[in-house]
């Protein structure tokens, strides 16, 4: 068995097609799609990811601006951006890259960000919201991840899905989206006990962990669906999976790779949020 490879650069450019009759829609109306992204500090791997974000809307025709602060800005004078941001009738979605120094109060920033401009889902009502079933804005990883699901017409009801990884960002709100689709879902961590045996009882295995090639062959299931979110840099500067992408893919019958998986399609479920929030925004105003 060789496993059908889940090309998240391929999906992306399909999705991000669908929202280009969106945009311009607004864009007749007089509404510019706009995304606004907070970045405090020069971590390398933050820079990254923040350009491909605002890449990405560019080419789109979605407005983006990116507001970087040195590593030792106050966390007041970041407040005070995101208070200008959330009055701010151009910008439809704040977006506040993590991780953030130690020394600014993590909960509390991302808690200032207007609800209705939370495209990454992050607030606590939000992350509620998700949790009873009825989300405003769900988590742009997790929602890329569905996305696959959809793509392949892959059904959810009865399979047994186990996650590794418990983060905020990705278990958590995946294991919500993952039961409300009628899936068994069991979420695991650095700390369970026997990891392996239960990996190995996937029929849904996502792997969210950090660590270099950490889930083998041997921890899984034959024709397992593989859903790598992991992203590490190996010291010869190549990039890696936390799943070992070369083994793994003779066992399973769907894998994501690393890079060109998951990592598109949080970018394009990032863009299909702030599309929503300018939409609802417009339906708002013309209330």
Request: hydrophobic fraction near 45%; glycine fraction near 8%; proline fraction near 5%.
């Amino acid at each position: 068995m060789m496993a059908n490879i889940l090309d998240g650069k391929a999906l992306s450019q399909k999705l991000r097609a669908g929202f280009k009759q969106r945009i311009e829609s607004l864009a007749a109306r007089g509404v510019r799609t706009g995304l606004a992204v907070i970045q405090v500090g020069n971590d390398p791997a933050s820079q990254i990811y923040v350009r491909n974000k605002i890449n990405a809307c560019e080419q789109a025709g979605i407005h983006s601006e990116k507001h970087l602060f040195p590593a030792k800005a106050t966390q007041r004078q970041v407040f005070d951006k995101i208070a200008e941001l959330n009055a701010d009738p151009a910008i439809h979605g704040i977006l506040v890259q993590l991780p953030l120094p130690a020394e600014i109060d993590q909960h509390a920033l991302l808690e200032a960000i207007d609800l209705e401009k939370d495209v990454d889902g992050f607030r606590a009502e939000n992350v509620g919201a998700l949790a009873l079933g009825n989300p405003r804005f769900i988590p742009c990883t997790p929602y890329g991840i569905m996305k696959f699901f959809d793509s392949e017409n892959i059904g959810l009801a009865g399979k047994e899905a186990v996650i590794v990884g418990r983060s905020n960002i990705v278990g958590k709100p995946l294991a919500s989206l993952l039961m409300g689709a009628g899936a068994t879902v069991t979420l695991c961590h650095s700390k369970t006990c026997d990891l392996a045996s239960h990996c190995r009882r996937a029929e849904i295995l996502v792997v969210a962990i950090g660590r270099p090639a950490f889930v083998t062959a041997d921890m899984i299931k034959p024709g397992a669906i593989v859903i790598d979110v992991g992203i590490n840099r190996l010291p010869d500067g190549t990039l890696c999976g936390d799943v070992d992408f070369e083994r793994v893919k003779e066992i399973a019958s769907f894998i994501t790779p690393v890079p060109g998986g998951v990592g598109p399609m949080t970018i394009t479920m990032l863009m299909a949020n702030t599309l929503q929030s300018a939409e609802r925004a417009r339906r708002r105003n013309a209330a």
